[in-house]
């Protein structure tokens, strides 16, 4: 069984520029999650997505988009960057059930830094 | 708007001390609970996790929790913590708003001594 697995590990961007994560669910899930998580904070919620439609959002302005495939794998957009920013992007994915939340599974995350 | 709040940043315990982090939340409607560790070097992973039925609730390596509706409370315990539990622990709630939203506490770093 394959873990979540995500892509880049680390990327560097100035303020201003565009940027796109990336990430594979676990084989068998099609719930994907994504969150922020800033130094010494836990990880704040982006949104999440079911079956390929936005199915929850958190607190984040529209520049932070997403996209889920029909393989459910799942990208992160995040438009204009800004010094804040810079934060471990994690993606989670968790088993087909949308009416019971279940475990999610944690991949390692996308460094991203801002200059 | 939903909020979880871990009582303590850091703990430190010897090998053999009992364990107990705090988790409050404020949502007044119905929450699914977590508590999720974090290892040195490691993915999140879950710990343990409340849906409904018995408020206490057993993890694994010896972990357990108790929902406290009344107090809006999920506190993780362990009655003795070995060196290998050395890591940080966020507690987070789910709840359906319109759309599911799944809010973190800020974490708590707990480090044992051997």
């Known amino acids: 069984e394959t873990g979540v697995t995500q892509s880049p590990t680390h990327l560097i961007k100035t303020r201003g520029q565009q940027v796109t994560l990336r990430c594979s669910s676990q084989?068998?899930?099609?719930?994907v999650s994504w969150y922020q998580q800033a130094l010494g904070q836990g990880p704040q919620f982006i949104f999440q997505y079911y079956r390929e439609e936005e199915n929850g959002r958190g607190n984040f302005p529209p520049r932070f988009s997403g996209l889920q495939f029909p393989n459910y794998s799942s990208e992160l957009n995040v438009n204009a960057l800004e010094l804040d920013d810079s934060a471990l992007y994690l993606c989670a994915s968790s088993s087909p059930d949308r009416e019971i939340v279940n475990e999610q599974f944690f991949g390692p995350g996308t460094r991203l830094t801002v200059l | 708007a939903q909020s979880v709040s871990q009582h303590n940043h850091h703990v430190i315990l010897s090998e053999a001390a009992s364990l107990e982090l705090g988790c409050n939340y404020s949502?007044?409607?119905?929450?699914?609970l977590f508590w999720y560790v974090q290892y040195p070097g490691q993915h999140l992973q879950l710990l343990l996790k409340y849906f409904s039925g018995d408020p206490l609730v057993k993890g694994i390596k010896g972990f357990e929790a108790e929902f406290i509706k009344s107090k809006f409370s999920f506190n993780l315990r362990k009655p003795s913590v070995q060196w290998s539990d050395t890591a940080e622990y966020f507690c987070a709630v789910n709840a359906y708003t319109g759309g599911f939203k799944t809010i973190f506490g800020a974490g708590t770093r707990l480090f044992v001594k051997a």
């Open positions: 949502y007044g409607g119905t929450v699914n």
């Open positions: 084989s068998g899930h099609n719930t």
